[in-house]
């Protein structure tokens, strides 16, 4: 099964996806995307994996590149998030934009041969009209349309509103 958790900031898209997460097969691997540019940075990431612990998942931080992470063939993935994977990929250390659309899609379609269960949790980005310079509006653009193609392939798609859960296409099993 393949599930894409959408939302807004803070609409608790990680809070569903981790409870959800909790109740499918084991083992649960949490694959976690966001790089530690600076300290603030490294303190977010290490208050992610201390409210993590105890929840029963193998945290692997992966900033690209997670099409060659190794997974158990039936348990149950998470990744968390496709914006910071996105960036990640998109920009590279000396601010030049790639183009990374095709080799994420293929990435996240490793993932799904590699696991009985894959959840991945996105922003909504693209809906506050833009008004960005060019190379963020390139990066929406790409995220929307990474969005759209795992929304079209994947069984079920909520969408977080203030924490409730709307399911936008499938059931839960």
Excluded: W
């Excluded at 996806?17 to 694959?31: D, F, G, H, S």
């Excluded at 998942?57 to 968390?80: N, S, Y």
């Excluded at 995220?143 to 909520?158: D, K, Y």
Aim: glycine share 12%; with cysteine.
């Amino acid at each position: 099964m393949r599930i894409l958790i959408t939302g807004g900031s803070g609409s608790g898209k990680s809070t569903f996806a981790e409870n959800l997460m909790q109740k499918l097969p084991q083992p649960r691997m949490y694959i976690a995307t966001m790089r530690p540019f600076d300290g603030e940075s490294g303190r977010k990431i290490a208050r992610h994996q201390s409210l993590r612990d105890g929840k029963g998942f193998h945290t692997i931080e992966r900033e690209t590149d997670v099409g060659t992470l190794d997974l158990p063939e039936h348990g149950t993935a998470l990744l968390e998030c496709m914006c910071n994977l996105t960036a990640n990929e998109m920009f590279d250390c000396e601010g030049n934009v790639l183009d990374v659309y095709d080799k994420i899609l293929r990435d996240i379609g490793s993932l799904e041969r590699k696991c009985g269960t894959l959840i991945v949790v996105t922003n909504d980005v693209g809906s506050d009209g833009g008004g960005y310079d060019e190379k963020i509006m390139r990066y929406v653009d790409v995220l929307g349309r990474l969005n759209r193609a795992l929304a079209a392939r994947f069984e079920c798609v909520f969408e977080l509103v203030c924490g409730i859960p709307v399911a936008l296409k499938g059931e839960l099993p």
